[in-house]
Structures are given as structure tokens and as C-alpha cells.
């Protein structure tokens, strides 16, 4: 069965610094993996996603992250945090044939605070 | 509409009570995704729509649970004979294609079982 451990409830780093939200996940078949961001009293929207390809992904607002396969990571990053980051973000996961790539597992979330 | 928009955004409701949650998706989307956030659980699969059609409802809990689209649009999500156990918030989403994953979710209906 698939699953997706998100390392830290909370994080918190000062403006300018370097943002590592963890994202682990274990799967009998290669997944798809995404990031998903919640913006205070907002939706969640895709920030990125590794499908195929390129290991390393860049998404929205200076975000990327590394699908490393031996690691069974996809850990997310940005070089300087912003105080405009401060959200909750999700990594999750999901099989990555047919109608099942609709069905998504969710890590249970990381809160991310930016200090000025 | 600009983004996804559910409703009630709220809704309480006795235990045994069915109830109905509407979604109206991002206007041409065609993949519609129907998700609910437990206390302290992280966000479960319900249902994925691809136009009217749903390919995978492996998610939903119960046969108390349905969901059906018309017209490759709004969606409703219906529970009856409401349990404790279904207070959450159901969120929906959409994304251009089919095939795909969810793009943008909407706030969410949070409903609660008294």
C-alpha cells in the first residue's frame, strides 16, 4: 500500500533563509508525486509534480523539489523563504496509471512560518 | 467561475439527516475530484469524475456515500443517514484535463453531525 510521511508538523525558518519541508512515501510501483500548497483561507493548489522525466522539478514561486528514487524522497526546497511562503503544504502521492491518478495520498501536512 | 466553489460552506446537521454537498468546478474542467479532511486524519479520496463518468469511487467510506455529475459540471456528493463518524470538511477539486490530478481545490464544506 502506498503512504507519504511528512517529517514535522511545523516548521519555521527566518526570512532569507533556506526552506526543506520532507517528504518521504513508500510504493509498490514507480509513483507520481506532487506538492500541494495552502495559502491562509485559501484552497489548496498544485505547487508541482514529478511525473516522468527530469528528477529534479520547479514550480510556483521558487519552489522546486528532487524525486530521489533510492531515497524514496521528494523533499521540497527554496533557496530564500519569503514571508509570503508562510502556508501549509502537502505532499502526496499517487499511482501513476489510468483513472487512479485521481486517487491521491496525502502526507498530513507541514505548517511553514517565516520569521522576519 | 474564477475558482472551484462549494456549498453550504458550512452545514450542521442530526445524525441520521441525509445531506447534499454541492461543487461547481472551474468552468471547462473537465476532471472533478471529491476529498474530506477528518480532525487530526490528512485528506482521504473519495471520488474522481472524468466528465460524467466515475472511473474510481474506491474512496467512498460506506454505501451511505454517493456522488454524481451532470452535464460535465456541478457535482453533488450526497450521505445519508448522516453518522458522527462523517463530520469533516469534503473538499472538491478540478483540473483542465482528464488523466490528471487535482489543480485547484475549492474551500471545502465543513459539516458536522450533532
Known amino acids: 500500500a502506498q503512504s507519504v510521511t511528512q517529517l514535522g508538523s511545523h516548521v519555521s525558518v527566518s526570512e532569507g533563509a533556506l526552506v526543506l519541508l520532507r517528504c518521504n512515501y513508500s510504493s509498490s510501483v514507480p509513483p507520481y508525486l506532487f506538492w500541494y500548497v495552502q495559502y491562509p483561507n485559501q484552497g489548496l493548489q498544485l505547487l508541482l509534480k514529478y511525473t516522468t522525466g527530469a528528477t529534479l522539478v520547479k514550480g510556483i514561486n521558487g519552489f522546486e523539489a528532487e524525486f530521489k528514487k533510492s531515497e524514496t524522497s521528494f523533499h521540497l526546497t527554496k533557496p530564500s523563504a519569503h514571508m509570503s511562503d508562510a502556508a501549509e503544504y502537502f505532499c502526496?502521492?499517487?499511482?501513476?496509471?489510468?483513472?487512479?491518478?485521481?486517487?491521491?495520498?496525502f502526507g498530513k501536512g507541514t505548517k511553514l512560518s517565516v520569521k522576519p | 467561475g474564477a475558482g472551484v466553489s462549494q456549498s453550504p460552506s458550512n452545514k450542521v446537521t442530526e445524525k441520521g439527516k441525509d445531506v447534499e454537498l454541492r461543487c461547481d468546478p472551474i468552468s471547462g474542467h473537465t476532471a472533478l475530484y471529491w476529498y474530506r479532511q477528518s480532525l487530526g486524519q490528512g485528506l482521504e479520496f473519495l471520488i474522481y469524475f472524468q466528465g460524467n463518468s466515475a472511473p474510481d469511487k474506491s474512496g467512498l467510506p460506506s454505501d451511505r456515500f454517493s456522488a454524481e455529475r451532470t452535464g460535465g459540471s456541478v457535482s453533488t456528493l450526497t450521505i445519508q443517514r448522516t453518522q458522527q463518524e462523517d463530520s469533516a470538511v469534503y473538499l472538491c477539486a478540478s483540473s483542465l484535463t482528464t488523466g490528471g490530478q487535482p489543480q485547484h481545490f475549492g474551500d471545502g464544506t465543513r459539516l458536522s453531525i450533532l
Open positions: 502526496a502521492v499517487s499511482l501513476n496509471y489510468g483513472g487512479s491518478q485521481g486517487n491521491l495520498i
